[in-house]
Nanobody, 125 residues
Framework: QFHLVESGGGTVQPGGSLRLSCAAS????????IGWFRQVPGKEREEVSC????????YYAESVKGRFTISKDIAKNSMYLQMNNLEPEDTGVYFC??????????????????WGQGIQVTVSS
């Protein structure tokens, strides 16, 4: 059985930092494209950052470039999202997910087949 479990969310003031973790079980995370996505009520889920399995290259949404860092730990079968200089606009439910290496466009939510349950991040003063 496959699982992705997020942790590390919470409430932080603008300018603060959080580190999200996503632990995988039942499959090897390194065999998939992986990513972090977020969603706010009334809006579609959007990509935040992804790592491509083939070469570990990374993608960041323009809104988080220079502030967020995605990484993975193969030994721990886990992925992370370090979020610095957080802004109120970063508030949302954050999800980790995996994408099969099926040739579909990379880092688009509709192409990811397995998701964590999501974790709330709130940036507020």
């Amino acid at each position: 059985q496959f699982h992705l479990v997020e942790s590390g969310g919470g409430t932080v003031q603008p300018g603060g930092s959080l580190r999200l973790s996503c632990a995988a079980s039942g499959f090897i995370l390194d065999y998939y494209n992986i990513g972090w996505f977020r969603q706010v009520p009334g809006k579609e889920r959007e990509e935040v950052s992804c790592i491509r399995a083939s070469d570990s290259s990374t993608y960041y949404a323009e809104s988080v470039k220079g502030r967020f860092t995605i990484s993975k730990d193969i030994a721990k079968n886990s992925m992370y999202l370090q979020m610095n200089n957080l802004e109120p606009e970063d508030t949302g439910v954050y999800f980790c997910a995996r994408q099969e290496l099926d040739g579909k466009p990379y880092c688009q939510p509709r192409n990811f087949d397995f998701w964590g349950q999501g974790i709330q991040v709130t940036v507020s003063s």
